[in-house]
């Protein structure tokens, strides 16, 4: 089971990454500068010359890319190369709003296909495992990023795509795929359904790798136990060439990313300010050498910190922590900031609690009231569990919360993101 090495001691070297990324970030100002109408005039509005960024201080004081500027140019307004170079396009999900446009060049496509190969080489798969693809193919960037990687290591990719839970496990079965790729969401619900459909034994399944959403320890371990395999996080957005830009590896301590090509901030999301290494706030990211669409300082609104520690995996490449949140969706109750990545912490444990659980928000004559509808796992006594979860939310993170509980495997189970936090606050 993949449990959290916390016996860190070495601590990670920064100086020759930080010399490194200083010195590329100066170039991939001047090309931005030169290339991109948007960013020009972006940059000479703030009154910033590319000459005058040169170190990571400075960079502090560059504005930064938010996604609503990236529909706000919605489609190709921030493309930062002609239009012969440009061999393909992706969009996110556009669940508010339009949607954003990502051009790639061939040599964006073929970075981005290096650094899943670097991700799936760093959690062990190898030219001889199968490997099926359950993100979604077309505008998505998660299937056919998975499935460039695959093909540039060397191992067959099983392209099915999400959904028909029974052709998949037709596939799963009888192609004996080694490797699952997937959202940690649809990992368990084809783990249930295999263990429901007692099909467990005519699996080769090895290894799987979760991503495009943020997965408790529990849902982990669930994933692990129902299928016997060991499971990795992997890390990515759209905006930043797709998934495959960081990945856990072996030992767990954290997911290691490929600083070579993209440089990671940590701000405070509050007041913006820049953080140092250790440190939690919101991850920023600035691509090194992007064509398509660089991007300077982009907001992910995804909470994590760069880690001090060096990994005893031996990795060159420094490590963020999981990531615990969006700071967008921290939600501040009685005063107090809650991430959802706490949450799964605390039921992490919490003996007799499932994976699933939903955070219920309200407000009555002014005062916040905080629920957790909470799956109980079998065999368990619903009050006992529900007065550990209290006391334990108490103690960790300060508040006071309801406590609601239902059977196990009542609350939904989707093929893509599940929704947990829902504030009904007005
Ligand atoms: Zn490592």
Known sequence: MAIANSELTESFDFSDILNRQQEQLKVMIENLYNNSPYYRQKLDQAGIKPADICTMKDLAQVPFTTKDELRR?????????????????HSSSGTTGKPVIIPYTRNDVQMWAEMMRRCLTTVGVTNTDRVQVTPGYGLWTAGIGFQAGVEKLGAMAVPTG????????????????????????????????????????????????FGSE????????????????????????????????????????????????????????VTKEQLSPGEQGELVITTLTKEGLPLLRYRTHDITRIKLEKCTCGSEYPMIGRILGRSDDMVKI???????????HVLKNTEGVSS???????????????????????????????????????????ILTE????????????????????????
């Open 73 to 89: 140019t919605y489609p190709m307004g921030m493309m930062a190369v002609s239009e012969e170079k440009v061999v393909r396009i």
């Open 162 to 209: 999400p959904g028909n839970t029974v052709k998949q496990l037709e596939m799963m079965s009888d192609l004996k795929s080694t490797v699952l790729i997937g959202t940690s969401s649809y990992g368990l619900l084809l783990s249930e359904e295999i263990l429901k459909r007692g099909i467990k034994e005519s699996m080769a399944l090895r290894l799987g790798i």
């Open 214 to 269: 943020r997965w408790g320890d529990k849902m982990r371990a669930r994933i692990e136990e129902n299928l016997d395999i060991e499971t990795f996080d992997i890390y990515g957005l759209t905006e930043i060439y797709g998934p495959g830009i960081a990945i856990d590896c072996p030992q767990h301590n954290g997911l290691h990313y490929w600083c070579d090509q993209l440089l990671f901030e940590i701000i405070d999301p």
């Open 334 to 344: 009685k005063g107090v900031n809650i991430y959802p990545g706490q949450i799964d």
């Open 356 to 398: 699933e659980y939903q955070l219920i928000l309200t407000r009555k004559q002014g005062k916040d009231k905080m629920t957790l509808r909470l799956e109980i796992d079998e065999g368990y006594q619903p009050q006992t569990v529900s007065d550990n979860c209290v006391r334990n939310i108490k103690s960790k993170i300060g």
């Open 403 to 426: 406590v609601e509980t239902v059977p196990y495997g009542t609350l939904p189970r989707s093929e893509k993101k599940s929704k947990r936090v829902f504030d009904n606050r007005e």
